[in-house]
T-cell receptor, first 118, second 116 residues
């Protein structure tokens, strides 16, 4: 199957700083990318959906100004956690879909990024 | 709104035995997709099996098969000949027809442990 990468895989930062997480589709063009957050032993919670070249659509309760999402190209989306606080510590997962308009289009997940805010 | 319910937070099975994970969902859609995803300790999400609602035949993938009961809105996963590598979190998921922005709705997960 297609490959989605995330960088970094693990990041530790100080409270108040900003952290950028990259999500790349390596062998296909991702017209739509999704960002999820997962707390330990819990399910994936969708944070936002982004389409290439347009503004992201955020889920209810997700702060747009805190979690900045940019999907500037068909292979790259970034999530920036601004002014991070310890409660932002979590596992962040992206997924990507290539929309061909015909039939079902598989959605591929990245390996995740563990964020720890001190 | 779509909801997905997994009523078994934890399960265990002896190696080589068979185990069934339960999932129910609620939707008013007539056409949709159902999935089982595996998340091992590495936390990489891995697609186990996919079922299209308009197909009556239950999907199978090697040792994995589903029992899809559309009227009952039930979608259980059967793992045969369980292996140690099957130890993982298993998430049931629902998706409306695959329009570009349509999202997964995940259940709360079942933690499966295969005992040697």
């Amino acid at each position: 199957g297609a490959v989605v990468s995330q960088h970094p895989s693990w990041v530790i930062c100080k409270s108040g700083t900003s952290v950028k997480i990259e999500c790349r589709s390596l062998d296909f063009q991702a017209t739509t990318m999704f960002w999820y957050r997962q707390f330990p032993k819990q399910s994936l919670m969708l944070m936002a959906t982004s389409n290439e070249g347009s503004k992201a659509t955020y889920e209810q309760g997700v702060e747009k100004d805190k979690f900045l999402i940019n999907h500037a190209s068909l292979t790259l989306s970034t999530l920036t956690v601004t002014s991070a606080h310890p409660e932002d510590s979590s596992f962040y997962i992206c997924s990507a879909r290539d929309w061909s308009g015909v039939g079902y289009n598989e959605q591929f997940f990245g390996p995740g990024t563990r964020l720890t805010v001190l | 709104a779509q909801t997905v319910t997994q009523s078994q937070p934890e399960m265990s099975v002896q190696e080589a035995e068979t185990v069934t994970l339960s999932c129910t969902y609620d939707t008013s859609e007539s056409n949709y997709y159902l999935f089982w995803y595996k998340q091992p300790p590495s936390r990489q999400m891995i697609l186990v099996i996919r079922q299209e609602a308009y197909k009556q035949q239950n999907a199978t993938e090697n040792r994995f098969s589903v029992n899809f009961q559309k009227a009952a809105k039930s979608f259980s996963l059967k793992i045969s000949d369980s292996q140690l590598g099957d130890t993982a979190m298993y998430f049931c998921a629902f998706m409306k027809p695959p329009l570009p922005g349509n999202q997964f709705y995940f259940g709360t997960g079942t933690s499966l442990t295969v005992i040697p």
